[in-house]
């Protein structure tokens, strides 16, 4: 079993739609969690962290569920612009807190 | 502007040759790493690094090495290039907890031939 499994999709919905991603993890014991946003071909980079009690950032809310290791991001409103590949990130050991990357969901937002 | 940078941004290069991918940070993070990933395809591991004087391999066996004599930089070298070595390499680094998430460089696009 993966540590951070994520449905690939792809998630075909149209504008002004609201999409929503989960994700779960294995290890118990991760302590940080992070949804990440990729482009086509370019680097990873930060969407949100995501804490215990939920957070929202604009049109982006992540949820965390430790008893069910389970991660969320819902985006509303999706612009054309959303369409990207979203990773789900989450620490795997303790030690040294490597970061265990999702292989993401791939969400295309159409006119 | 960008706080981690590789390069070169593409290189195109024969079977054999020796190559470097320089990764530099200025962030003054004392963890750094390098993953490989293809298209559409997910992020590996491949090194990583501690601080000055550390290098640990990934989860994903590579034959390329990689050094860490000055925190700012951890270069990677293939010593003879393969066409199967053809993909997108990525350069990270976090502070030392990774409460921060990791911050990527643009990445190097290797091609074989």
């Known amino acids: 079993r993966k540590e951070v499994e994520q449905d690939p999709g792809p998630f075909n919905v149209p504008e002004g739609a609201t999409v929503a991603f989960n994700c779960t993890y294995s290890?118990?014991?991760?302590?940080?969690f992070f949804w990440y946003r990729q482009d086509c071909r370019k680097e990873p980079k930060l969407l949100m962290s995501?804490?215990?009690s939920g957070n929202e950032d604009g049109r982006f809310t992540a949820q965390l569920n430790r008893a069910s290791q389970y991660i969320s991001l819902l985006i509303r409103d999706s612009k054309l612009s959303d369409s990207a590949t979203y990773l789900c990130?989450?620490?795997?050991?303790?030690?040294?807190?490597?970061?265990?990357f999702g292989t993401g969901t791939r969400l295309l937002v159409s006119p | 502007e960008a706080d981690i940078y590789q390069t070169p941004r593409y290189l195109v290069i024969g079977t054999g040759k020796k190559i470097t991918l320089e990764c530099s940070q200025t962030?003054?993070?004392?963890?750094m790493y390098w993953y490989q990933q293809d298209p559409g395809m997910e992020l590996h591991l491949i090194h990583y690094?501690?601080?000055?004087?550390?290098?640990e391999k990934g989860d994903l066996s590579s034959e390329s090495t990689v050094s860490r004599i000055r925190t700012e930089h951890f270069p990677l070298t293939l010593e003879s290039a393969r066409p199967s070595h053809t993909s997108q390499y990525l350069c990270?680094?976090?502070?030392?907890?990774?409460?921060?998430?990791?911050?990527f460089g643009s990445g190097t696009r290797l091609t074989v031939v």
């Open positions: 990130v989450v620490n795997g050991d303790t030690g040294f807190q490597k970061l265990v």
């Open positions: 290890n118990s014991a991760s302590q940080s």
């Open positions: 690094s501690y601080g000055v004087n550390s290098t």
């Open positions: 962030m003054g993070h004392d963890k």
């Open positions: 990270a680094s976090s502070e030392w907890t990774g409460n921060y998430g990791y911050t």
């Open positions: 995501v804490y215990s």
